[in-house]
């Protein structure tokens, strides 16, 4: 399974490397820090990662709806911000998305979240907490290993309407190819018989000079 961790980092760094830990043993886990090359686009990378997630795990904490000082609005409502993003592609891509509590991290309520991010405050959160960690990322890895079925059954879909397009083109091309060789024949028995013609008016020609 592909795991997305989405996270604010001066919210929950801390919680989201413990989380990456114990999913990495089981599953291929992408966090912007360990997952993003040097130099390279972070913008492209984490819309190739969506493209492959099967699961997204949004780490909500204390701090996830925090102001940005220049707006006093929740840093969610600024369009470049990459928590937004990532969970708006993920959304947007039918995704399956976790919210989990850590921290004293509460839901947010769809007021208080933009438009495009609404339909996270009605999804069902799970807790981590420390005083019970083992339990509860027991419950998170089991959230994640029910849809690995969904997922291989999406993809192997994907791949048999890949097949199927495959096969119709093959299909068409071989259609295509024997009617030009049947327009080729044709057009080639008609310069036959015109060429046998064109010779038997010769030789009759040369026949009666």
Same mark, same amino acid.
């Given at each position: 399974m592909n795991v997305f961790l989405n996270y604010r980092r001066d919210d929950t760094l =801390?919680?989201?490397?413990?989380?990456?830990?114990?999913?990495?043993q089981d599953h291929r886990v992408f966090r912007d820090v360990t997952s993003i090359a040097k130099g390279a686009s972070i913008e492209d990378s984490i819309k190739r990662a969506l493209r492959r997630t099967d699961v997204l795990l949004v780490i909500i904490g204390k701090d996830w709806l925090v102001e940005?000082?220049?707006t006093n609005r929740p840093r969610l409502f600024d369009e470049a911000d990459y928590v937004r993003r990532e969970v708006e592609l993920a959304l947007g891509k039918k995704v399956p998305v976790l919210?989990? @509590?850590v921290?004293? =991290?509460?839901?947010?309520?769809?007021?208080?979240?933009?438009?495009?991010?609404?339909?996270?405050a009605d /999804?069902?959160?799970?807790?981590?907490? &420390? &005083?019970s960690f083992?339990?509860? /990322?027991?419950? @998170?890895?089991?959230? /994640?290993? =029910?849809?690995?079925g969904i997922a291989k059954r999406q993809r192997w879909r994907v791949r048999a309407l890949q097949l199927t397009v495959a096969v119709s083109l093959l299909?068409?091309?071989?259609?295509?190819? =024997? /009617?030009?060789d049947i327009l080729n024949l044709q057009f080639y028995s008609r310069l036959s018989t015109t060429a046998l013609g064109n010779m038997a008016r010769f030789g009759s020609s040369s026949e009666n000079v």
């Open positions: =801390g919680w989201t490397g413990r989380i990456a830990d114990r999913l990495g940005n000082p220049s919210p989990v @509590l921290e004293s =991290g509460k839901m947010p309520k769809a007021s208080t979240l933009p438009e495009s991010l609404v339909p996270l /999804i069902n959160a799970i807790p981590l907490r &420390d &005083d083992s339990d509860d /990322i027991t419950k @998170l890895l089991a959230f /994640i290993e =029910g849809h690995q299909a068409f091309l071989a259609v295509w190819t =024997g /009617i030009l």
